[in-house]
C-alpha cells in the first residue's frame, strides 16, 4: 500500500475546527473546506483566506501543487447565500474562480457529494476535476435568485458544450457523478474513499514530469481555452520556440 493510499481527509483536518484548512503532503496543499454544518458554503472571510492561501502557494516553492476538497462528503455549496443577500457589500475581489484561474501550478478540485453554483464556478476554474460516484452538481444561480459572477456561463458552456450548460443554469437540476463524466464536465470518477489519494497521486505524476514544461503548457491551456485551431497553434509554435531557446530545453 502506498502512502497515499493510507492518507484521509480526517487526519489531514485533525482537530482544526477552522472553516479553511491548509495542510501539506509531499509538496501538495490541500485547501480544505471544512464548514459542514454549512454544506461548506464559503463565506466572505473563507473567500479571502483562500485567495491568500494560493497566493502564497504562488511564491512557496515547496508547494507544486494545490487540491481543492470537500470535508465530510460534501464539496461545497457555493458562496453562503445569507452573506451574498446582505449586498455589494459582501464581494470581494479576486473571487475564487479567478484565484484559481490565476494560478500558474497545477491545481485540482477533488469533489465528493454537492457541488452547487459558485463551487461549481470555483472546481471548473481548476485545471481538471475528479469526482467520487456520489457527486453530484448543479448550477442554481436563477433558481435562488442570483446572477454567476465567477465565471460560471463561460466555464460551464466550454466544459460541457452550451446546450447543455443553458439546460443546467435555466433548470437548476442536478446531474448525477456519471452524466457529469459522460458530459465532461469531470475528468474521472472513483469511490469517495480513493478521491484523495487519487488526486494525490496525480499531482505526484505530475510532479515527476518537467516542472518548466508542466508550467509552460498550462499557460498555453489557460490563454487559448476555446481559441480558433489557427490561433492555438500559433500560440503553441511561439511557446516551442521559446521552450528550445531555454538552457538545456528539450522537446
Known amino acids: 500500500m502506498s502512502e497515499n493510499e ?23 496543499l490541500l485547501l480544505i473546506i471544512n464548514r459542514p454544518q454549512a454544506r461548506n458554503a464559503l463565506t466572505l472571510d473563507m473567500r479571502k483566506d483562500f485567495a491568500l492561501l494560493v497566493e502564497r502557494a504562488e511564491a512557496d516553492a515547496a508547494v507544486k501543487a494545490v487540491i481543492v476538497i470537500g470535508a465530510k462528503g460534501i464539496f461545497s455549496a457555493g ?17 475564487p474562480g479567478e484565484v484559481a484561474r490565476s494560478f500558474t501550478k497545477p491545481i485540482i478540485a477533488a469533489v465528493d457529494g454537492v457541488c452547487v453554483t459558485g463551487a461549481l464556478e470555483l472546481a471548473l476554474s481548476c485545471n481538471f476535476v475528479i469526482a467520487s460516484d456520489r457527486s453530484r452538481f448543479a448550477d442554481t444561480h436563477a433558481k435562488v435568485g442570483l446572477f454567476p459572477g465567477w465565471g460560471q456561463n463561460a466555464l460551464l458552456a466550454s466544459a460541457i458544450g452550451v446546450r447543455r450548460a443553458r439546460q443546467m443554469s435555466l433548470t437548476g437540476e442536478f446531474i448525477d457523478a ?6 465532461g464536465l469531470v475528468n474521472e470518477l472513483t469511490t469517495p474513499e480513493n478521491l484523495l489519494p487519487r488526486a494525490l497521486d496525480i499531482c505526484r505524476q505530475i510532479g515527476a514530469a518537467n516542472s518548466r514544461s508542466v508550467h509552460m503548457q498550462l499557460e498555453l491551456y489557460a490563454r487559448h481555452d476555446g481559441a480558433p485551431f489557427d490561433v492555438a497553434i500559433a500560440a503553441e509554435n511561439a511557446l516551442a520556440q521559446k521552450w ?6 528539450r522537446e
Do not use: Y
Open 6 to 28: 493510507k492518507i484521509s481527509l480526517d487526519q489531514m483536518i485533525g482537530t482544526s475546527e477552522e472553516p479553511l484548512v491548509a495542510a501539506m503532503h509531499e509538496g501538495v
Open 79 to 95: 458562496a453562503d447565500i445569507k452573506e451574498v443577500l446582505q449586498g455589494p457589500a459582501r464581494i470581494f475581489r479576486p473571487h
Open 178 to 183: 456519471r452524466t457529469a463524466f459522460t458530459w
Open 244 to 249: 528550445r531557446s531555454l538552457s538545456g530545453a
